[in-house]
């Protein structure tokens, strides 16, 4: 019964690549979220999206584009990947509501350029 | 500059013992502060969440509490076991439409038995 589910666990690509990125959640949410973990263990938001629409947008290079087919999905595609994108991206859920705020997290996908 | 911080990278405390972990920011106005456990190779799991005009929150062995004079968060874990051992993040949660969260770089805790 996996909440939030991504894949690759794993995925080791060499510069300049285009590689994706998928995420399932299976809890009914109505957002979806990208957040980025570096080295430092830093979690750090990239996008959001509500009911299918772009919400946030941080200053992530327009290498990344998000895309969300339904509520249930959100993918993240990276073009032209850099040494630099290596990290664990996370993909979340959580439903709009005064008194929900909790995000539910998927396991995570480790990203190694080479 | 806006910051969070979390005390010390690592706290090594014996089995048993309370677990006290904080949190400060700067330049912040959270609505909201939000507590997650992370194992190593998992994502950040929810514990606790506090609103800003709550001094304190209980759920089994966890406590929060929540000084936005101080623009501090305490995080307790009260009679700590070795399965405590994790990662605990804080994240401010800014109330807004925008829902994003704003982590912290987290604390490791290690409880030795």
């Known amino acids: 019964d996996t909440a939030v589910s991504q894949t690759p666990k794993y995925l080791v690509t060499q510069m300049g690549n285009d590689k994706s990125i998928k995420c399932e959640q299976n809890?009914?949410?109505?957002?979806m979220y990208w957040y980025k973990q570096d080295s430092k263990k830093f979690l750090k938001i990239m996008f959001s999206?509500?009911?299918?629409?772009?919400?946030i947008n941080e200053t992530v290079p327009n290498r990344f584009s998000p895309k969300s087919p339904d509520k249930a999905h959100l993918n993240l595609h990276i073009n032209s990947l850099e040494l630099g994108d290596s990290a664990v991206y996370f993909c979340?859920?959580?439903?709009?509501?005064?008194?929900?705020?909790?995000?539910?997290f998927g396991p995570g996908t480790r990203l190694t350029v080479t | 500059s806006q910051k969070i911080e979390q005390n010390s990278e690592a706290l090594n405390i014996q089995e048993g013992k309370t677990a006290t972990l904080t949190c400060n920011y700067t330049?912040?106005?959270?609505?909201?502060l939000q507590w997650y456990r992370q194992d190593p190779g998992r994502g950040p799991v929810f514990l606790l969440l506090?609103?800003?005009?709550?001094k304190e929150k209980r759920k089994e062995r966890l406590k929060v509490t929540f000084d936005t004079t101080l623009k501090q968060s305490l995080f307790h874990i009260t009679a700590s076991q070795p399965a405590d051992s994790a990662t605990y993040l804080c994240?401010?949660?800014?109330?807004?439409?925008?829902?994003?969260?704003?982590f912290g770089s987290g604390t490791r805790l290690q409880v030795q038995p």
């Open positions: 979340a859920s959580s439903q709009q509501g005064q008194g929900a705020r909790e995000q539910y």
């Open positions: 809890l009914g949410h109505d957002t």
């Open positions: 999206y509500n009911n299918k629409e772009l919400i």
């Open positions: 330049n912040y106005s959270p609505a909201y």
């Open positions: 506090i609103r800003e005009n709550e």
């Open positions: 994240a401010l949660d800014m109330g807004t439409g925008r829902r994003a969260l704003t």
